[in-house]
């Protein structure tokens, strides 16, 4: 069912913005906000689609129902074309707007202001908050990010791009000039002066997959268009208005939120077309992706791989997204990395079952070192399902793991044998070894924590450790952007509150981003930072056939003081270089309500085994005998 708000012509005043309860059952008595019926003309019909109105994850999420003081009204006034905006991606379940304000974008700012069902987050600079931005848009399902024209957008495009590349929803809005000064071409402040007002609306519309230049008049019809359209990719969508605009009333249009279906027809034939080549298979094994995490079909993909008996493993980028401890997962897959159960069963597998589309890439196949024949694969898109060279378009992700999950497989389920947990080593006195480091933070990780995991040495470290059950780990595999896992932890943290977020990262990437420590303790976050002081870019110096280039080496800051400088006076910290050390500091962090920041010091050239393998893959990585 579809909620259909059908409007007649008429300025509704937001003041008289009413709240409506739904009555379906699904909608778990979220409340949410609807145009008034009588000011906006005339509420034709309001249907209840289940899935419209929470967070994508399929969670609910109180709405927050205190206004900020001080904040008026916007007057007896029609709605604004901003005020519309700002609705609208509120009623997608999205209740934090992350950015930095700027004379143009002053319209975004002062409707996130005024409402009342989203927040302002204010970040260090746009870099931190598009990275803020896509690690609450992973744990939503979509997220709001605001910056101003050019020098702002532009600052932020890094981030954007990477929740492309990533898959992950972020609606990207931007305050440009007004259209008056666009007109006559003023030669206005954020530009190179020449009166052209769309240089960089090409350019951050290549950050998203689909966008739109705001007025009154194709408001309404442009925001269904851009929310169906990101939806459909989950990739961001990028919406950039004239102040002028902004503030203008929104020209009342019919609109219509689009409910996205399979074509019935369509999915028929792919899921019978998925059975024949199950069924001819004498060995299958799935793979969940990583978009199962962003679109919250995690469970949907485990009641699939349970109907079908067959073992699953998980690249990197899906690490966790099915407990580890689940009796058919048969480990992590990468490539010639892999443990030698795992690489046969995923590489002499007939059939490989990719559930969402998984990537692939230099990175999730250490350096494209598996054998994995295409002609094998069963892919199952966001939008389509492709066996050899038949594509199926139309059919949704969700549509075909429930028909998955209905089959009923002849053989019995695929039951691993049970390892034992990596042993956590070393005595209190030794110093640490990345031996000792990551098998000490797998027992330290529990249920229910958020892992944000930064690219570098940590995240060719933690991975071949087996972690704990509901456990969520987030990592930027693909873009691999450092400073992305700071930033991100950011929006992690705000966006799932009842979990703990532990933030690992080394502390090259670290410094690019560190700043934004102080927003989390000024929101009130309280994740745990665990960042490893190795004496520069390790993961660099260990790609090269020279590790000693000055170009590896960095600032030596002091990490442990960070925090306090940055306004974060009540979070626990420490220096650690002892594994004594590291237990006690890790104890005291996990104890602590307030953030926590951990500095381990790690030595200059101790790297985990899978990066001592991939400095003999240079080539490979990179296409040549030199980096
Ligand atoms: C934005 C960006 N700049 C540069 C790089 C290249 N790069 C990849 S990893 C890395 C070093 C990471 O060092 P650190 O965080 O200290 O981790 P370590 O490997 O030392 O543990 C660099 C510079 C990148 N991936 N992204
Ligand atoms: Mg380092």
């Given amino acids: 069912m579809i909620l259909n708000v059908l409007v007649a012509r008429g300025n509704p005043p937001l003041s008289s913005l ?29 249907e209840q689609d289940s899935r419209y109105f929470r967070s994508r994850n399929e969670r609910t999420y109180p709405m927050r129902e205190t206004k900020k003081e001080n904040a008026e009204p916007s007057t007896e006034k029609a709605t604004s074309v901003i005020d519309y905006i700002v609705q609208r991606l ?70 954007v791009m990477g929740a492309k590349a ?58 269904e268009r851009v929310i169906t359209e990101a939806r459909r990719n989950n990739q961001p969508a990028y919406i ?46 799935a793979f969940p992706a990583f978009t199962l995490a962003r679109l919250g079909l995690q469970k949907e ?25 689940h009796p058919q997962f048969a480990g992590l897959y990468a490539g010639a990395l892999s443990a030698e159960k795992a690489r046969q069963i995923v590489e002499d597998a007939e059939l490989v079952l990719d559930l969402g589309g998984i990537s692939l890439n230099d990175e999730t196949t250490a350096g494209f070192s598996g054998r994995l024949d295409s002609a094998r694969f069963v892919s199952v898109g966001l939008n389509d399902v492709r066996i050899g060279e038949q594509v199926f378009g139309n059919v949704r992700l969700a549509d075909v793991l429930a028909a998955l999950a209905k089959f009923k497989s002849p053989a ?7 390892e034992q947990a990596q042993p956590v080593n070393g005595k209190p ?58 930033g991100a932890t950011f929006g992690v943290a705000l966006a799932d509150p009842n979990r703990r977020t532990i933030l ?23 994740p745990i930072i665990l960042v490893l002081n190795n004496d520069g870019y390790m993961v660099e110096r260990a790609l090269e056939p020279y590790p000693d280039w000055s170009y590896n080496d960095l600032a030596k800051w002091r990490y442990a003081d960070l925090p306090r400088a940055l306004g974060c006076a009540d979070w626990t910290t420490a220096r650690v270089e002892t594994i004594g050390e590291l237990d006690a500091a890790m104890k005291a962090a996990r104890e602590s309500r307030s953030g926590a920041y951990i500095e381990v010091i790690g030595g200059r050239m101790d790297m985990p085994k899978a990066l001592a393998f991939a400095h003999t893959r240079i080539k490979e990585l990179y296409g040549s005998d030199a980096a």
């Fill in 18 to 46: 009413v709240v409506v309860k739904t009555s379906n059952e699904q909608s778990n008595g979220v409340e949410h906000k609807l145009q008034d019926a009588h000011a906006f003309g005339r509420l034709i019909a309001i």
């Fill in 429 to 486: 006195a030794d110093k640490i070894t990345m031996d000792s480091l990551y098998s000490r933070y797998a027992a330290f990780i529990r249920p229910g924590d958020n892992v944000v995991l930064e690219t570098g040495s940590a995240s060719l470290g933690l991975p071949p450790m087996t972690l704990a059950d509901d456990v969520r780990l987030h990592i930027q595999m693909l873009w691999g952007s450092i400073g992305w896992a700071t």
């Fill in 166 to 223: 990533e898959r992950s929803l972020v609606y990207h809005v931007v305050g440009m000039p007004s259209y008056q000064n666009q007109r006559v071409h003023k030669k206005v402040h954020h530009t190179f002066g020449d009166g052209v007002f769309g240089n960089f609306v090409n350019i951050s519309a290549q950050a998203a997959c689909c966008h739109a230049v705001i007025d009154p008049d194709n408001c309404m019809i442009e925001m």
């Fill in 90 to 159: 509120a009623d997608e379940g999205i209740t934090d707007c992350f950015g930095v304000p700027g004379d143009y974008a002053f319209p975004v700012c002062d409707a996130v202001e005024r409402n009342p069902n989203i927040r302002w987050v204010g970040c260090s600079n746009e870099l931190n908050a598009s990275y803020a931005a896509d690690g609450y848009a992973r744990v939503r399902g979509a997220a709001m990010l605001s910056t101003t024209y050019a020098v702002g957008e532009l600052s932020a495009i890094n981030g």
């Fill in 240 to 285: 950039v208005v004239p102040g002028d605009y902004a503030l203008a009333p929104v020209t009342p249009t019919e609109v219509r939120p689009v409910t996205l279906k399979s074509n019935k027809a369509s999915l028929e034939k792919a899921v019978a077309a998925i059975a024949e080549r199950v069924r001819g298979a004498k060995s299958i094994v």
């Fill in 301 to 325: 993909a485990r009641q699939a791989i349970e109907a079908l008996g067959c073992p699953f493993a998980t690249t990197t980028m899906e690490k966790s997204i099915i407990d580890e401890s």
């Fill in 412 to 418: 019995l389920p695929y039951r691993r044998t049970p």
């Fill in 504 to 526: 690992i990262t080394g502390e090259g990437s670290h410094q690019l981003t560190a700043n934004e420590i102080g927003n989390m303790g000024r929101y009130g976050a309280n």
